[in-house]
């Protein structure tokens, strides 16, 4: 039982940091530059994103008996198109400022290859809790990724961090962080997402390399230490 | 004989997982509809006072079918029933999405008044708004000019415009 909790947490976990969509994979990059002009815009994308993976990801895993090898590709794209176009009807209905916001993105969640990416390589191979549990994952992982794009993008570019304007539900509150006049407007535009994106990868690839090299060291280390106590081995051998 | 009952199977099975979609979405556009409608119908309203004023209500509303752009006109009346002009609302899209405008012409001068946009579902939506439909509001720029970063979505609007203008004409001559 322990096992199997451990295995799900793993499952869950993969998406938000080995195996995330965004940052590591580097998949579902064109909404990720065009929908983190502010926070919220990105938590609403990435709501929108990660209910259409679940969906999408549960009933392939139902079907995937049923789908035959020659019509995997169009069943699966039928199954995404339709979760986007529900998606899309009541984005439209009940969050018209998000709808309004997001535009046409919306619309392209059904080519966004994380999406068909995620139904061929596990849920047609997993069943249903796991790939339940893999969709969620992923969707927080791409969530949690365009919103700290979108944070650096609103704070620098706008100069201040607001709330409420797109979930109206929610009380409006802004909260000015840099000086009017000091914001720097390029990381409003297409021009700063390439920017903060390309920052964020940078500092992830130092990370890791610094992890690797880390290692390598250590191993390195390890092993020159294991040789030193070998030779002073054979030495006290040649000794007795 | 196997080979034929394979290809029986896919394609019901097709069949059923379009059907379904096809159920599920009519579901949710039943659900939806009246909804969207409403809303709408209230971004009418608000861009009909955006361009009138506080007071100007619509008095009448007729579909138009001679026009490619151009579905509805609405009459808008204001204080004591006073007649303020006409609102046409344009609906196109290009391979960019779609816009639909609500393009207002005062009795008074006979002339564009101002427009408001009702839907904006462009690639570059905001890019749109901000470098080709607000100056063009402030009349900071010609409706010829073009050359923005939007400029396909920017000629759609410019075409509605257009086209706006002419079932204005025609109306204010009869």
Do not use: H, W
């Given at each position: 039982m322990g096992k199997e909790k451990g295995a799900t947490k793993r499952n869950f976990l993969k998406g938000i940091v080995n195996e995330n969509p965004l940052l590591v994979s580097i998949l579902g990059t064109c909404p990720a530059l065009a929908t983190t002009k502010s926070v919220e815009a990105a938590i609403g994308m990435g709501l929108l994103f990660t209910i259409v993976l679940v969906c999408s990801n549960v009933l392939v895993s139902l079907l995937r008996k049923l789908i035959s090898e020659e019509i995997r590709t169009p069943a699966y794209i039928v199954i995404i198109a339709t979760f986007v176009?529900?998606?899309?009807?009541?984005?439209?209905?009940?969050?018209?400022?998000?709808?309004?916001?997001?535009?046409?993105?919306?619309?392209?969640?059904?080519?966004?290859?994380?999406?068909?990416?995620?139904?061929?390589?596990?849920?047609?191979?997993?069943?249903?809790f796991d790939s339940f549990i893999d969709a969620l994952g992923?969707?927080?992982?791409?969530?949690?990724?365009?919103?700290?794009?979108?944070?650096?993008?609103?704070?620098?570019?706008?100069?201040?961090?607001?709330?409420g304007k797109i979930f109206t539900f929610i009380p409006y509150f802004k909260l000015q962080i840099i000086p009017v006049g000091y914001e720097i407007s390029i990381f409003q535009n297409p021009a700063g997402a390439f920017i903060v994106f390309a920052t964020i990868l940078a500092v992830i690839a130092f990370i890791k390399n610094r992890k690797t090299e880390l290692k390598t060291i250590k191993e390195r280390e390890e092993k020159i230490r294991k040789q030193q106590e070998a030779k002073a081995l054979a030495a006290q051998g040649g000794n007795k | 004989m196997a080979n034929k009952k394979h290809y029986i199977i896919t394609a019901v099975t097709l069949g059923v997982i379009a059907a379904s979609s096809g159920a599920l979405i009519g579901v949710a556009n039943l659900v939806t509809r009246n909804q969207i409608a409403l809303i709408e119908k209230n971004k009418i309203k608000a861009g009909i006072v955006d361009i009138f004023g506080e007071f100007a209500v619509i008095s009448k509303e007729e579909s138009v079918s001679?026009?490619?752009?151009?579905?509805?006109?609405?009459?808008?009346?204001?204080?004591?029933?006073?007649?303020?002009?006409?609102?046409?609302?344009?609906?196109?899209?290009?391979?960019?999405?779609?816009?639909?405008?609500?393009?207002?012409?005062?009795?008074?001068?006979?002339?564009?008044?101002?427009?408001?946009?009702?839907v904006?579902?462009?690639?570059?939506?905001?890019?749109?708004?901000?470098?080709?439909?607000?100056?063009?509001?402030?009349?900071?720029?010609?409706?010829?000019?073009?050359?923005?970063?939007?400029?396909?979505?920017?000629?759609?609007?410019?075409e509605m415009l257009n086209e706006a203008t002419q079932a204005s004409t025609k109306k204010w001559k009869n």
């Open positions: 176009t529900i998606v899309k009807m009541l984005t439209n209905a009940f969050l018209p400022e998000l709808y309004s916001t997001l535009g046409v993105f919306i619309s392209l969640i059904v080519v966004n290859c994380i999406v068909l990416g995620r139904a061929e390589a596990y849920a047609s191979k997993n069943g249903v992923m969707g927080a992982g791409y969530t949690l990724a365009i919103m700290l794009m979108a944070l650096f993008r609103e704070i620098l570019g706008t100069g201040a961090f607001a709330f | 001679d026009y490619k752009y151009v579905n509805y006109v609405y009459e808008v009346s204001g204080d004591n029933d006073q007649f303020l002009g006409y609102a046409y609302r344009t609906s196109g899209s290009n391979m960019y999405g779609k816009i639909s405008l609500l393009v207002g012409f005062a009795y008074e001068t006979k002339a564009l008044k101002k427009f408001t946009v009702v904006n579902e462009q690639t570059y939506a905001s890019t749109l708004v901000d470098k080709y439909i607000n100056p063009l509001n402030d009349k900071e720029i010609n409706i010829d000019d073009v050359s923005c970063g939007a400029t396909y979505g920017a000629k759609l609007v410019r």
